[in-house]
């Protein structure tokens, strides 16, 4: 059974850098389209991007410039970074996986949240 | 402003069915059978119910069915039960700049 778990800093200040890392337990990162999907507090779900795992990456256009997504195979994680961050990127942040055979997410992380605040 | 659109909230009485619509463009939904369905309970991850416009993961009970005609997509809850009260999310392939898109999401409310 697959497990996804992320981890980062609960809080962020506007204008720095959000960083989270989702850990994989019990799966291989290989043939499958890591994604990181946030859900800002009572509002709807937003595709951020994936990184596939021969490390090929594409990301949602509206935070496609201040967007990174990177993989270690040594340690069976993916990571996010966002940039000068903003009120606005507040939300809970979810890591889960496509497989490459499939068109849908069928494992999550439980979710973190991240605040924007100073 | 969603990709997809979803009425934002539905209710219905245990033992009824409801349903939930989805309604794209036939740069998603219309023209891609990869619509797939998540159920989210308050405080909780998304939950995969129904994948591929129809088909149930195992596990999930079969009171959960999808449907798609044209560029709107439904999911049907039969024989609605109190557990059923939650957030259910709809989500397509996209062949626009994004490649997955989402709605905005649908509050069901079992009377």
């Not at chain 1, 009120?87 to 055979?101: E, K, N």
């Not at chain 2, 979803?6 to 245990?14: I, L, N, R, Y």
């Not at chain 2, 009171?63 to 809850?77: C, D, H, M, V």
């Amino acid at each position: 059974q697959v497990q996804l778990q992320e981890s980062g800093p609960g809080r962020v200040r506007p204008s720095e850098t959000l960083s989270l890392t989702c850990t994989v337990s019990d799966g291989s990162l290989s043939n499958n389209y890591w994604t990181w999907i946030r859900q800002p507090p009572g509002k709807g779900l937003e595709f951020i991007g994936y990184i596939y795992s021969t490390g090929s990456t594409n990301s949602n256009p509206s935070l496609k410039s201040r967007v990174t997504i990177s993989l270690d195979t040594s340690k069976n994680q993916f990571s996010l970074n966002l940039r000068s961050v903003t009120a606005a990127d507040t939300a809970v942040y979810y890591c889960a996986r496509m497989s490459d055979s499939t068109w849908y997410w069928d494992y999550w992380g439980q979710g973190t949240l991240v605040t924007v605040s100073s | 402003q969603s990709a997809l659109t979803q009425p934002a909230s539905v209710s219905g009485s245990p033992g009824q069915s409801i349903t939930i619509s989805c309604t794209g463009t036939s740069s998603d939904v219309g023209n891609y059978d990869y619509v797939s369905w998540y159920q989210q309970h308050p405080g909780k991850a998304p939950k995969l119910i129904i994948y591929d416009v129809n088909n149930r993961p195992s596990g999930v009970s079969d009171r959960f069915s999808g449907s798609k005609s044209g560029n709107t997509a439904s999911l049907i809850i039969s024989g609605l039960q109190a557990g059923d009260e939650a957030d259910y999310y709809c989500s397509s392939y996209s062949s626009t700049s994004t490649p997955w898109v989402f709605g905005g999401g649908t509050k069901l409310t079992v009377l």
